[in-house]
T-cell receptor, first 118, second 114 residues
């Protein structure tokens, strides 16, 4: 399978613990996105990488959240000192640029990592 | 402010009936427009998109959408619903400027009644 893969698929943790999610994008895609989705809501943008450069971060992303893409391939999203409000599905997506280098809008999503904070 | 709105969080149709899912955007410059679908326990996938050119766009599984600039709308339709269409549908946009992130609506869950 050459799609976007995310690990773990489910994570249950206690409040105050740190968690880390990993995303492996489609290999030829240089753009990688993290979104968060809660029940009854659409995906909310968190952050975006082009190759290893983090180009944009949402104001939703507090200081407890950090994302990396060290070699321009896989990415990690770490949440420190988790809170119950962090419970959500964390989605990763990848894409390749359009002919003019712009965003084609065609994102390829993984199945998500569901976080439950007790 | 730029925004995307989906009217109706839940829509129920009978099998064989017309499907109409509504999406409106708020922007002074027409954005790029998309519909994504999320089947149960699966990741989101692109259904169709409008960037430039023909305003009636055809997608997978018999769905189509029409960009109407005067109404700032991009409603999704399918003439005849099938049971397999039951899913959650998200309208999404790329507004001009910035790094062109994809902004999603809140979603509409489609139920198809046999």
């Amino acid at each position: 399978d050459t799609g976007v893969s995310q690990d773990p698929r489910h994570k249950i943790t206690k409040r105050g613990q740190n968690v880390t999610f990993r995303c492996d994008p489609i290999s030829e895609h240089n753009r990688l996105y993290w979104y968060r989705q809660t029940l009854g809501q659409g995906p909310e943008f968190l952050t975006y990488f082009q190759n290893e450069a983090q180009l944009e971060k949402s104001r939703l992303l507090s200081d407890r959240f950090s994302a990396e893409r060290p070699k321009g391939s896989f990415s990690t999203l770490e949440i420190q000192r988790t809170e119950q409000g962090d419970s959500a599905m964390y989605l990763c997506a990848s894409s390749h640029p359009g002919l003019a280098g712009g965003n084609t809008g065609e994102l390829f999503f993984g199945e998500g990592s569901r976080l439950t904070v007790l | 402010a730029q925004s995307v709105t989906q009217l109706g969080s839940h829509v129920s149709v009978s099998e064989g009936a017309l499907v109409l899912l509504r999406c409106n955007y708020s922007s002074s410059v027409p954005p790029y427009l998309f519909w994504y679908v999320q089947y149960p326990n699966q990741g989101l996938q692109l259904l169709l998109k409008y960037t430039t050119g023909a305003t009636l766009v055809k997608g997978i599984n018999g769905f189509e959408a029409e960009f109407k600039k005067s109404e700032t709308s991009f409603h999704l339709t399918k003439p005849s619903a099938h049971m397999s269409d039951a899913a959650e549908y998200f309208c999404a946009v790329i507004f001009s400027g910035g790094y062109q992130k994809v902004t999603f609506g809140t979603g509409t869950k489609l139920q198809v009644i046999p």
